[in-house]
C-alpha cells in the first residue's frame, strides 16, 4: 500500500522569495455538440530565477526550465458533473517526465458565483528516476463580468498537491500537510466565438524539509527545519475552440439533462 512521502507541513518557520516565473501557454479544444471535448495544450515554463534553475543555455532561450505537452478528453456526463483523462510529456534540461492522469470533477454554485471543484490523480514517471503518484485538490470560483459589449470572467483558484512515494517504508513519519499548493487570479478575455486570451497570476508554494548543513570544521551554516520556497508566476494563456459543425453553440449544458 502506497504510503505519503516525507515532506513538510505548510506552516513552514522559513519563506524563501524566488525572482519569479512566465508562463506562456496554448491550447487547442474540439468541442462536440454533447458539450464532451478533447484537447491539446503546449505549455512553456521560463524560470526567471538563477539561484534556483539549472538553465545554462544562452540567448533567447535561456531561461526555458521546461516544454510540457498535454493532451486529453473529458467526458461531461451532465449538468454538474464530468470526468476525463490526460497524458503530459514534460522535457526539462536534466530529465524527462511523463505524466498519467485521471481525473473527475463537480460544477455547482456559491450564491451568484460558479464553484467548481477538481480532484485528479497523477501516476508521474521520471525517466531513470523513481516513480510516484500525485492527488491533486483544485477549487475555483468565477463569475460573469459585462465590461461594455464584453462578458469576461474574473476567476480565483486554490490548487493543492499531495505527493505519494510508493517505495516509502510503512513505518516512516510524516508530519506534512501537502507539498505544494497554487493560488491563482486570472481574468478570461474572450476574442470572439473562437478565441480567448487568459491573463494571470499565480503565486506558488513549495513546501520543503531542509537538512542542516556544516563546514569543514562543523560549523553549522544552514539551519535545518521546514521551508517555504515562494514562486510568483506570470502567465497568459491563448485558447482556439473547434466546434462540432463548425458553428458555434453554448457549453451550458441544460438542468433539464440526466
Not at 512521502?5 to 505548510?10: D, E, N, R, T
Not at 539549472?54 to 461531461?76: S, V
Request: contains cysteine; hydrophobic residues 35%; proline residues 4%.
Amino acid at each position: 500500500m502506497a504510503s505519503f512521502g516525507l515532506v513538510p507541513c505548510s506552516f513552514a518557520q522559513k519563506k524563501v522569495y524566488r525572482s519569479g516565473a512566465v508562463w506562456p501557454e496554448l491550447q487547442a479544444e474540439y468541442v462536440f455538440k454533447t458539450t464532451s471535448f478533447f484537447y491539446f495544450r503546449n505549455h512553456y515554463r521560463h524560470n526567471l530565477d538563477n539561484d534556483f534553475n539549472q538553465i545554462r543555455e544562452q540567448g533567447p532561450l535561456k531561461h526555458l526550465e521546461r516544454i510540457q505537452f498535454r493532451a486529453g478528453y473529458e467526458h461531461i456526463f451532465g449538468e454538474h458533473w464530468s470526468g476525463g483523462i490526460a497524458e503530459s510529456y514534460a522535457v526539462e534540461p536534466t530529465r524527462k517526465i511523463i505524466f498519467n492522469e485521471v481525473y473527475g470533477r463537480h460544477l455547482g454554485n456559491l450564491g451568484s458565483f460558479r464553484l467548481s471543484e477538481r480532484l485528479s490523480f497523477e501516476h508521474i514517471i521520471r525517466l531513470h528516476q523513481n516513480k510516484l503518484g500525485r492527488v491533486r485538490f483544485r477549487a475555483d470560483l468565477d463569475h460573469d463580468l459585462k465590461i461594455g459589449k464584453i462578458i469576461t470572467k474574473p476567476r480565483i483558484s486554490y490548487d493543492m498537491f499531495f505527493n505519494i512515494d510508493y517505495e516509502l517504508q510503512e513505518n516512516a513519519v510524516s508530519d506534512r500537510n501537502m507539498d505544494r499548493s497554487r493560488l491563482r487570479f486570472d481574468v478570461l478575455l474572450p476574442i470572439n466565438n473562437f478565441i480567448t486570451i487568459t491573463p494571470y497570476f499565480t503565486r506558488q508554494t513549495d513546501f520543503f524539509e531542509v537538512e542542516p548543513a556544516y563546514d569543514e570544521n562543523q560549523v553549522l551554516v544552514r539551519l535545518g527545519g521546514k521551508q517555504n520556497h515562494i514562486t510568483p508566476i506570470y502567465g497568459l494563456e491563448l485558447r482556439y475552440v473547434f466546434f462540432e459543425g463548425r458553428t458555434p453553440f453554448s457549453r451550458t449544458i441544460p438542468s433539464n439533462r440526466q
